[in-house]
């Protein structure tokens, strides 16, 4: 079974600090992704990477930016969080050809 | 834009059958996919339909007409574990690995 894992499931930050989201697959894909999930606006991809440091943005990067130095790991980072940060992460792995995406359980921020 | 377009919200009784529907307005996509997600949980791929018609995997099939710009997600034999949302998607041709998710629907399965 594909695993992917979250470094947390609840996070608090305060406005201006930087926060670090970490991801981990053990399937050795080569895609990986990183999803915001507000009520009524579904999932939104924030930036996607398709290999070892080669990453492409999604359609809200704004305010993030992502690290993939190993195959197996993808970080989010938001480097000054703002409260309208406060939201779902989801990651996601998978390997082409297939369309399907493995997601981790997900981290729950809150920006105060 | 791209966008696929779901009902915010279904519910339906135990036993019975439903069908969530998602319409698209996109130029060119590979194939319709769908997601389960839990409340507090992660989604989790359920169907895929690369050709026209009807894919069937147990309680679940999934439809799609390209000629209509639709497609739905049938589920049968309704059971209180079916509460959830449930998102279509579809990765875009041009559009490389990433897929474009539905807004959602959540289904609540009522006794």
């Known amino acids: 079974d594909v695993k992917v894992t979250q470094s947390s499931r609840y996070l608090v930050k305060r406005t201006g600090e930087k926060v670090f989201l970490e991801c981990v697959q053990d399937?050795?894909?080569?895609?990986m992704f990183w999803y915001r999930q507000d009520p009524g606006l579904g999932l939104r991809l924030i930036y996607f990477?398709?290999?070892?440091?080669?990453?492409e943005k999604g359609d809200i990067p704004e305010g993030y930016s992502v690290s993939r130095e190993k195959k197996e790991r993808f970080s989010l980072i938001l480097e000054s969080a703002s409260t309208n940060q406060t939201s779902m992460y989801l990651c996601?792995?998978?390997?082409?050809?297939?369309?399907?995406?493995?997601f981790g359980p997900g981290t729950r921020l809150t920006v105060l | 834009g791209q966008s696929l377009e779901q009902p915010s919200e279904v519910t339906a009784v135990e036993g019975a059958i439903v069908q969530i529907n998602c319409t698209y307005q996109?130029?060119?996509?590979?194939?319709l996919s769908w997601y389960q997600q839990h409340d507090g949980g992660a989604p989790t791929f359920l169907s895929y339909?690369?050709?026209?018609g009807l894919e069937e995997t147990g309680r679940f099939s999934s439809f799609l007409s390209r000629s209509d710009s639709y497609g739905y997600l049938l589920l049968q034999e309704l059971q209180m574990k079916d509460s959830a949302s449930y998102f279509c998607?579809?990765?875009?041709?041009?559009?490389?690995?990433?897929?474009?998710f539905g807004t959602g629907t959540q289904l609540k399965v009522e006794l």
């Open positions: 996601a792995s998978n390997q082409a050809p297939t369309d399907t995406q493995y």
């Open positions: 399937m050795d894909h080569e895609n």
């Open positions: 990477s398709y290999d070892v440091k080669m990453k």
């Open positions: 996109t130029s060119g996509f590979y194939g």
């Open positions: 339909n690369a050709l026209d």
């Open positions: 998607a579809v990765r875009l041709t041009g559009g490389g690995n990433k897929l474009t």
